[in-house]
């Protein structure tokens, strides 16, 4: 069975961190290309990130230079450094794996980050 777990969210005031973390299990994780995702109140699920099997990464605009993706291989985690923080970025983030083919896409459960201002 599949599990992507979560953590790491919370509440922090504008220009503070945060670090999430995603928990793989069920999955031959190294060879899944791993991503983030967001998904704030009234819009629609939108990619943050993405790290491939290769440890290619791939940033939206509205967070390039301000998070980093990451993946432990060893450790079957892959990780979300989030810095200078904006109350835009208050969202329920999501964990995905996705394998070579596409035909193979697990979500986790979300964890929720709000940034006050």
């Known amino acids: 069975q599949v599990q992507l777990v979560e953590s790491g969210g919370g509440l922090v005031q504008a220009g503070g961190s945060l670090t999430l973390s995603c928990a793989a299990s069920?999955?031959?994780?190294?060879?899944?290309?791993m991503g983030w995702y967001r998904q704030a109140p009234g819009k629609q699920r939108d990619m943050v990130t993405s790290i491939t099997r290769g440890h290619t990464t791939t940033y939206s605009d509205s967070v390039k230079g301000r998070f980093t993706i990451s993946r432990d291989n060893t450790k079957n985690t892959v990780y979300l450094q989030m810095n200078n923080l904006k109350p835009e970025d208050t969202a329920v983030y999501y964990c995905n794996a996705r394998d070579v083919s596409g035909r193979l896409n697990y979500w986790g459960q979300g964890t929720q980050v709000t940034v006050s201002s």
């Open positions: 069920g999955i031959i994780f190294s060879i899944y290309t």
